[in-house]
Structure formats: C-alpha cells, structure tokens
C-alpha cells in the first residue's frame, strides 16, 4: 500500500494501546474510557459472583478488586494532566462500586473511609498520585539525553491563544510533589521518595 497518497481520517480522539488520546490533551475521554472498562471488569467478577459473595470475605473481595478492577481503571493514567472533575468522575465510579460490594446503600450513611477500610483498599486518588510520581521519579532518574526526560522539559515558541491555558501533566506533577514534600533531588534517593 501507498502511504503517500493514502487518504487518512482526521478524528479528534482516537484509542492507542489501550489508552484514549484526544487532540486537546484532555484527559476527559482516556477517564472515561477506563471507567468503561472498570465497569465492565467489575460486572464481569459480579457475574461470577465474586465480589458480592457472602463467602468470600470483604478483604479478599478488595484484593480482587484492586488487582482485576482498579488496575483496568487507571491503565495509562500516570500519563493523565487529570482536573478535579476527573478525579471526582473516578472517585464516584469507584464507590458505587465499593458499596455494592460491601452491600451499603447511600442512605444508610456509611463513610467511605470505613468502607475502604473494610475492603483493605486505598483511595484511588491517592493510587493514581503515587502512579504518577512513580513515573516521575523515573523520567527524573534517567539522562540528559532520554528523550522523555527532553519532552518534558521542551517549551513551544510562539504566542499562546486568550485565556487560561489547559492545565499540563507536569504541572499536575508538582503539585503532587508539593503535597509530598518532595522535590527534584529527592528522585536520587529513592528511600525518601518512595516515603
């Protein structure tokens, strides 16, 4: 085939390795996508029934769902420059499915600190940040000459358009390292950064 004059569809987001890419560099369609496949992940343990089995206890059913669930929910996401509307989308889809495996209802006011507690999980939020100064700490770790490591130092020239500009992934990494107390020598020390 003649790549030359070959006819190429032009689309504004696109499916690449499993992970969802738009053109603005959102991370609104790659969220969604996983949420999808969380949700299809966890009806396909529901169907077994794995999750929602009385024999099966409340820890076992959270490491399956951290293993099987959450891992096909964040997959990619250390790339993601998320917003908090991202993260409030994920937050709300991992409860509803932690209640329906603790089999709580929200009337019944359960806080969702005990509920995870009694699953043995951690806060997704809390995942998907480690996930992404994991990768930092790598990129940080590598040579001058790593083209990742050149990526995510390059400015573009020229003039930008009115307004704010979309919130970049490593902004959203130093924000991660604010709240950790961590800076760009502590990736060295991988004692402190994994603290």
């Not at 609104?28 to 009385?54: C, E, S, Y």
């Not at 930008?160 to 020390?189: F, H, I, S, Y």
Request: hydrophobic residues 35%; aromatic residues 6%; positive net charge.
């Amino acid at each position: 085939m003649d790549f030359a004059s070959a006819n190429l569809e032009v689309v504004d987001k696109f499916c690449y390795l499993g992970d969802m890419l738009s053109v603005d560099g959102d991370a609104d369609a790659a969220v969604d996508a996983t949420i999808r496949n969380g949700w299809n992940k966890f009806r396909q343990l529901v169907g077994l029934p794995l999750l929602t089995d009385r024999n099966i206890s409340l820890i076992r059913r959270g490491r399956l769902y951290s293993s099987c669930v959450r891992s096909s929910m964040l997959h990619g996401s250390e790339t993601w420059p998320v917003r908090k509307e991202n993260e409030v989308v994920l937050q709300r889809a991992k409860m509803r499915m932690v209640r329906w495996m603790c089999n709580v209802k929200v009337k019944d006011r359960v806080p969702s600190k005990e509920m995870r507690e009694r699953l043995g999980i951690d806060d997704i939020i809390l995942i998907l940040q480690q996930t992404r100064l994991r990768l930092y700490r790598h990129v940080l770790r590598n040579g001058n000459t790593d083209w990742v490591k050149k990526c995510l130092e390059y400015e573009v020239e020229g003039s930008r358009p009115r307004g704010r500009p979309k919130r970049t992934w490593k902004e959203v990494v130093q924000q991660d390292c604010q709240a950790r107390n961590l800076n760009k020598e502590d990736a060295m020390d991988s004692g402190k950064w994994k603290k």
